[in-house]
């Protein structure tokens, strides 16, 4: 175990080298921030001040590697367009997205997988064929289109829902939470429901067919010989055989949800991270998007080893080598 | 009992729930994020726009970008070098300290020395070399080089407390404790990215807004901040896409206010090169002269863009066509300049003329983000072009990219705007039509046009106190400009913004959003 977590880690610290140095040459390649960052009448002079104020003056080997010094120092930079330091922005951002990520996961898995199993435990029922009809639309329906939707019915024709914004928060423990309040909530519903559907068409889809094999295998129908009803058979054995692949994808799209809300946050102005990103890109504002991509990266290697770990306590034969 | 009753049933038991906005609090919907509250670190347009709630300046511009009085009550040039301000009395800064002379020059002093600033605080003020304190209320501020636009410049810098320890840090401004000024709001919070809520200051010296309460809420989504506003969230939104202003003007609820923006689109030729890049002879053979260096040819191109359409079909009527520059109303308009004519035949005689008969291929730069319906714009302009025999391509990239190859002269013709944040035609005159020379601070955006006389002319602007002699050599360079095509001036835009039915709202030629200007009615 112990060197299974060794091993990992240093896999990961590669990872996260090789990355700064793609996305810094790449945010290089793609354009000057300083036509961005100043407004045009300034002068040729103090865009050369501007340009010395933020390093930019220097050939980019050198700004790498005074990045990667600050960086092992745990700083990973100042942010061109903030002039804060670019962790600090992004953490202010961090429990929104977290937040509307795990809602939506949330969801997704309360409504996918026992609708999946529903419909798995009767092929070509009634419950089998919504699922079916319904994970399509799902998977193929864009979300931001399906935001708009929301925002539209919701919001405009019934105004019984807030259009966009993320309402009252309650502080604990220093980070401000909005599904504490009902205010919050309100404002959380649509964005997490948006964001959810196509974890949820897929986890429905997959625990579909995962109940629809499993149920036809040897230990399904001894179970079944032994006396045990269907619903039985399902929970106690079946379940647990199929979320293996349910745990990966729950990992998998939770990683996503978080690195990626950006459609769904632009279009309900959620103040999360994905939204902070894109504009940083707009603006080339480098040091934020270094440092994104970087938390980006442990995010994902943590939930992937989150995944690993709930495998070994799952599946008593998987050993963590 | 049918399905809107039960909503608005609904409706009317949730909102009964949770309401917590009163009518005193004005929610705002705005474009843009600011990036600090500290006013000395960034002079971006947008980030002066959102101190002016909080701070106030010595002079400040009004909703037409000309200079009134804020915490001055008289500025007069004493002479080419020294500049006289009298300070109001009685003002108080938001804790509660007096404002005076002391003030002034702690502002004046912390500008440049903020770590990571822009450098265009100190760029602003670099002219004044020495403030005389005179008595609490009347300062002098003395400049090296004669310098008429002080009080222009000023108009951009936020006056801040002397009250500040020296080494205040722009953390503080940002989370409040420094956040203090003279202006109509005082800070109550700010969620970066997210939004900033304002106070009335009680206390302000001028006419107080409406509102107890100011959120400012950044909306960067177009489609988010209108349906927002429709959806009776907010009560009001700026910056709102022509399509869905002719949609809102035909609501009951909504009022759409409409105003004209100070920022000039316009294109720009590469008229120094031997042959500029990117242009061929239409057989795709090299070109061995560059035709943008013969007048005719400039003035062909201009005369085949009919403006009218670009307003009405491009814009949805949202916008003006211009003649020059900057817009009506600002200093150094040239009234006599006629709208461009458009002439699809006089400009084919022009190009023929010229020794193009069948025209000439070209690529037009454009950025696709930057400018309302930029790419649009392009392609339309393309089109027109090619009605007199051109053979255009339109390159639209990211504003991200676009600048960048813009300055490096890689386009023979690019799409451009100005902003003329000054009010005058100076900065337009200096940055598009002067030759690139660091020690005027000239062609910062003019890389291929160069006119010796123009120049002289721009410079002595540049350098005359006396506002009626002033005024006539900005207009003498601007009609100079326009008759040898230094550019091709096509339209201004329309500032749009609209709020819920009982309130008013006057939009700024700046093109931001300023929440006094929001009234009840």
Redesign the interface.
């Known amino acids: 175990m112990a060197l299974f977590l060794f091993r990992r880690l240093l896999q990961g610290v590669l990872m996260i080298l090789v990355a700064s140095v793609l996305i810094f040459v790449g945010v290089y390649a793609?354009?000057?921030?300083m036509?961005?960052?100043?407004?045009?009448?300034?002068?040729?002079?103090?865009?050369e001040?501007?340009r010395q104020?933020?390093g930019l003056d220097r050939p980019l080997y050198v700004q790498y590697f005074s990045f990667l010094t600050n960086a092992l120092q745990g700083d990973l930079g100042?942010s061109f367009?903030?002039?804060?330091s670019a962790l600090t922005?992004i953490m202010?951002?961090l429990p929104a997205t977290l937040e509307l990520a795990s809602t939506s996961m949330f969801l997704a898995i309360v409504i996918g997988i026992p609708f999946g199993v529903i419909a798995g435990m009767k092929p070509g029922g009634l419950a089998d064929r919504a699922l079916l009809i319904g994970s399509v639309l799902g998977l193929s329906l864009p979300t931001f289109w399906i935001g708009?939707l929301l925002?539209?019915f919701f919001?405009?024709n019934?105004?019984?829902l807030?259009?966009?914004?993320?309402g009252?928060t309650v502080e604990v423990f220093g980070v401000a939470l909005s599904f504490l309040t009902?205010?919050g909530l309100?404002h959380l519903i649509l964005p997490a429901f948006s964001l959810s559907l196509l974890p949820m068409a897929i986890l429905g889809r997959l625990t579909r067919s995962g109940v629809i094999e499993a149920m036809s295998l040897d230990f399904a129908r001894f179970a079944r010989a032994q006396g045990n009803t269907r619903a039985q058979i399902v929970t106690r054995y079946v379940l647990r055989y199929i979320s293996m692949p349910l745990v990966t994808v729950v990992g998998i799209y939770f990683g996503t949800l978080i690195a990626f809300a950006v459609v769904t946050e632009?279009?309900?102005?959620w103040?999360g991270m994905g939204?902070?990103i894109i504009?940083s890109?707009?603006?080339?504002d480098r040091p934020m998007v270094v440092a994104y991509m970087m938390l980006s990266i442990v995010l994902f290697m943590f939930i992937n080893l989150m995944v690993d770990i709930l495998y070994s306590l799952l599946d008593p034969r998987v050993r963590l080598k | 009992m049918n399905l809107r009753f039960l909503a608005t049933a609904t409706a009317l038991s949730l909102s009964a729930l949770t309401n917590t906005a009163s009518a005193d609090t004005a929610t705002i919907g705005i474009s843009i994020a600011p990036s600090t509250l500290d006013p000395q670190l960034s002079l971006l347009t947008s980030d002066v726009g959102i101190y002016r709630h909080i701070y106030g300046s010595l002079v400040k511009v009004d909703s037409n970008n000309q200079v009134v009085l804020d915490l001055a009550t008289s500025y007069k040039p004493l002479d080419n070098h020294t500049w006289e301000f009298k300070l109001r009395e009685g003002v108080k800064f938001h804790d509660g300290s007096d404002f005076d002379a002391k003030d002034v020059v702690f502002t004046l002093e912390r500008l440049g020395t903020v770590p990571g600033h822009d450098g265009l605080a100190a760029q602003y003020v670099a002219p004044i070399t020495d403030i005389e304190v005179v008595d609490p209320y009347t300062i002098l501020l003395k400049t090296e080089k004669v310098t008429p636009d002080v009080p222009k410049r000023l108009a951009q810098i936020s006056i801040i407390s002397n009250e500040l320890s020296k080494d205040v840090a722009s953390a503080d401004f940002n989370s409040g404790v420094a956040a203090i000024g003279t202006g109509p709001f005082t800070y109550v919070e700010w969620k970066r990215g997210d939004q900033l809520v304002l106070d009335r200051n009680d206390g302000y010296w001028g006419d107080p807004s409406d509102f107890e309460r100011v959120v400012l809420r950044t909306m960067t989504n177009p489609a988010t901040r209108v349906a927002a506003l429709e959806a009776g969230d907010i009560d009001m939104v700026d910056n709102i896409p022509p399509l869905d202003a002719q949609r809102l003007m035909e609501r009951e609820d909504i009022t759409v206010a409409l105003g004209n923006s100070g920022r000039v689109h316009f294109i720009q030729f590469d008229t120094t090169s031997d042959v500029p890049p990117l242009t061929t002879a239409k057989d795709g053979s090299p070109l061995t002269t560059n035709p943008f260096a013969d007048l005719r040819v400039r003035q062909a191109l201009s005369m085949a863009i009919s403006r009218d359409l670009i307003v009405e079909r491009i814009m949805d009527g949202f916008a003006q066509a211009v003649s020059q520059g900057v817009p009506e109303g600002f200093s150094g308009y040239a009234p006599d300049i006629p709208m461009p004519v458009y002439d699809t035949d006089g400009a084919k005689a022009l190009l023929t003329e010229a020794g193009y008969p069948e025209g000439f291929s070209v690529t037009l730069g454009c950025p696709n983000d930057r400018y309302v319906n930029d790419a649009a714009l392009c392609q339309a302009i393309g089109q027109m072009w090619s009605r007199i025999g051109m053979d255009v391509t339109v390159d639209a990239t990211p504003k991200s990219v676009y600048f960048k190859k813009l300055l490096a002269g890689d386009y023979p013709a690019h799409f451009l705007a100005w902003g003329n944040t000054s009010g005058d035609s100076i900065s337009f005159l200096k940055s598009i039509a002067g030759t690139p020379d660091k020690e005027n601070g000239r062609g910062s955006y003019n890389r291929s046009y160069t006119n010796p006389d123009l120049d002289n002319l721009i410079d002595k602007a540049a350098s005359i106190v006396d506002e009626a002699e002033r005024v006539a050599l900005l207009r003498e360079a601007m009609t100079d400009a326009i008759n040898d095509q230094v550019f091709m001036p096509l339209h201004i835009n329309n500032v749009i913004a609209a709020t819920r039915k009982g309130l008013t709202y006057t939009p700024q030629v700046d093109e931001n959003t300023n929440a006094m200007n929001l009234r009840k009615e």
Do not use: W, Y
């Open positions: 793609i354009g000057d921030p036509a961005l960052l100043v407004p045009p009448d300034a002068t040729t002079e103090t865009m001040a501007a104020s933020l100042i367009v903030f002039r804060e922005v202010e951002r708009i925002i539209l919001a405009v019934l105004g019984i807030p259009a966009s914004g993320r009252d009902l205010d309100r632009s279009v309900f102005s103040p939204k902070l504009e890109i707009n603006q080339l």
